[in-house]
């Protein structure tokens, strides 16, 4: 005798109040404890920047809350009269060269870190931490006498050494993690097929280094361009100062214009925010690839 199985009944699974959306956590919060805490937040970090805007844009002796009628003689002042177009150029060279130079020798020594064991490696990486801990300042004395034996004083290159060396632990550090984060396996496979060390790092491991190297170079730049107690030691020529030291010209002890000021502060401010706006895709990404061991 076959008996017939009575099929299951359909488990009924409740509806989404919302179909086709997920419920997320932060729904249940209201929007306006979000907004409003970020409001404050913007609120208070535009200020500054508006009011630096006001002072360089509106008449010396305005007393306006806003920039009209719209004067750029703050400018033209600083640019011309205070020599800013100078201090801008070096400032430029300075930047671009420690960034060159901080980027090679860290890469170099990052290699070394990352795809090489020899006896004193973790006293080196520590030795690399504890320079961080150092302030600028304590390095001026002995850099000032190095300088000085060289006949070096008084030059672009001095500034550009110290900036360098000041930078290069750090860089070391983290250009170490990314070349870790590149499988070994593909710098062997390129040397089965008959390239050199040298060779596989720069067609394999180099091209992968790229955010990672963005990353480096930025920070490298921006410190570069904003330092002022190297440049302020070392360069006593006025044709031969930087941004930061040119600003630093325009406070006296009994008076300070305040429009020259703001305006010189939106010349040094420009550059370092096209620098970011532009890499600001490969900044997070190398970030990312330093942050997450792969």
Same mark, same amino acid.
């Given at each position: 005798m076959i008996t017939e199985i009575a099929p299951a009944p359909e488990r009924v699974t409740p509806r989404p109040a919302h179909p086709g959306k997920r419920r997320r956590a932060w729904d249940e919060v209201p929007r306006w404890h979000i907004y409003v805490p970020l409001s404050i937040y913007l609120l208070f970090t535009l200020i500054p920047f508006y009011w630096i805007l006001l002072f360089a844009l509106r +008449?010396?002796?305005?007393?306006?809350?806003?920039?009209?009628?719209?004067?750029?003689?703050?400018?033209?002042?600083?640019?011309?009269? $205070?020599?800013?177009?100078? @201090?801008?150029? %070096?400032?430029?060279?300075?930047?671009?060269?420690?960034?060159?130079?901080?980027?090679?020798? #860290? !890469?170099? /020594?990052? @290699?070394?870190? #990352?795809?090489?064991?020899? $006896?004193?490696?973790?006293?080196?990486?520590?030795?690399?931490?504890?320079?961080?801990?150092?302030?600028?300042?304590? !390095?001026?004395? +002995?850099?000032?006498?190095?300088?000085? %034996?060289? $006949?070096?004083? %008084?030059?672009?290159? =001095?500034?550009?050494?110290?900036?360098?060396?000041?930078?290069?632990?750090? =860089?070391?550090?983290?250009?170490?993690?990314?070349?870790?984060?590149? +499988? @070994?396996?593909?710098?062997? #496979? #390129?040397?089965?097929?008959?390239? %050199?060390?040298?060779?596989?790092?720069?067609?394999?491991?180099?091209?992968? !280094? $790229? +955010? /990672?190297?963005?990353?480096?170079g930025s920070f490298a730049f921006v410190h570069a361009w904003n330092h002022f107690l190297f440049a302020l030691m070392f360069l006593s020529d006025q044709g031969k100062q930087t941004i930061p030291v040119g600003l630093n010209t325009l406070m006296s002890s009994d008076s300070v214009d305040l429009g020259a000021l703001a305006a010189g502060g939106i010349i040094a401010a420009v550059p370092v925010v096209i620098v970011f706006a532009f890499i600001q895709k490969w900044l997070i990404t190398g970030f990312s690839a330093g942050a997450v061991k792969g």
């Open positions: +008449p010396a002796g305005s007393t306006s809350l806003v920039p009209w009628p719209m004067t750029f003689d703050h400018f033209d002042k600083v640019w011309n009269e $205070r020599a800013f177009g100078t @201090y801008f150029q %070096n400032s430029v060279l300075v930047g671009v060269a420690t960034l060159v130079m901080t980027t090679l020798v #860290a !890469l170099a /020594g990052g @290699y070394a870190l #990352a795809r090489f064991d020899f $006896r004193i490696k973790k006293a080196f990486m520590l030795a690399l931490l504890c320079t961080q801990f150092v302030p600028g300042a304590l !390095l001026l004395v +002995p850099l000032f006498e190095i300088f000085a %034996n060289l $006949r070096m004083i %008084n030059s672009l290159v =001095s500034v550009i050494i110290a900036e360098t060396v000041f930078q290069l632990p750090l =860089s070391m550090i983290l250009i170490s993690g990314f070349i870790r984060n590149v +499988p @070994y396996s593909l710098e062997e #496979a #390129a040397w089965v097929d008959g390239c %050199n060390r040298f060779t596989a790092f720069r067609i394999v491991v180099l091209p992968l !280094l $790229r +955010p /990672g190297l963005i990353a480096v």
